[in-house]
């Protein structure tokens, strides 16, 4: 949206008007945007992916379940451990508020399952590996970086990063990196051309299509 400038406002007045907005909308979430995680985090977000990981591989070594079983166990550990609001809203970013609230559930919605499939897809080729956690790191807003790596097989060390947050049900991924793509990254570059030249419902309507055609949501 774009808007024309006042006339009668010199140059001036905007310049103050412009410092004093930005001094207010910075200056409270500021301490709170800069704020990294504290050592204590780090160890709890590590744990939790830990554990994650141990769910990840008990599905990943059963030899009992067949292809779809161990994507649909896969899943499942991605439904329990992912914040999917946050992670719709940052794949959206600006266009999530052209989007009403009916539209931001059912995209809440379609985006879990999309990812959640998409996850245990790239996950379900390291049937043959083993994961293990490497390392974590302290990141701004509280968040904590923890990363995993392939162990064995085709695909020895390869990595898979997780963007952790705090949540008060525990600490949740909002993103992945899977070899150095992010999921969130992915989808927000496609979803954003999708939605230059179309609007929420057709984009909606898209993964709806998409997810039923994977089978996805059984």
Not at 116 to 133: F, I, K, M, N
Not at 140 to 163: E, K, P, S
Request: glycine share 8%; net charge positive; charged share 25%.
């Amino acid at each position: 949206m774009s808007f024309r400038q006042n006339p009668i406002l010199s140059r001036r007045t905007v310049a103050l008007g412009a410092g004093l907005v930005a001094s207010f909308f910075l200056a409270a979430p500021l301490s709170a945007a800069t704020q990294r995680a504290t050592a204590d985090q780090v160890a709890a977000a590590r744990q939790v992916v830990a554990g994650v990981m141990d769910q990840v591989l008990a599905a990943l070594s059963d030899r009992g379940l067949s292809d779809d079983q161990r994507l649909q166990r896969i899943e499942a550990v991605a439904y329990e451990n992912f914040d999917f609001e946050t992670m719709a809203k940052l794949v959206l970013a600006r266009n999530w508020k052209t989007f009403s609230k009916e539209e931001r559930v059912r995209f809440v919605a379609e985006f879990k399952n999309l990812l959640a499939r998409t996850y245990g897809s790239r996950l379900q080729r390291y049937s043959d590996e083993g994961v293990e956690v490497v390392g974590a790191r302290g990141e701004l807003r509280g968040d904590v970086t923890v990363h995993t790596q392939i162990v064995g097989g085709n695909f020895d060390g390869a990595t898979v990063d997780y963007r952790m947050r705090e949540r008060k049900a525990g600490w949740k991924a909002i993103d992945a990196v899977v070899e150095g793509v992010s999921l969130v990254s992915a989808y927000r570059t496609q979803f954003r051309e999708v939605l230059s030249g179309g609007s929420p419902s057709e984009l909606l309507e898209r993964m709806s299509e998409k997810n039923s055609f994977s089978g996805v949501g059984r």
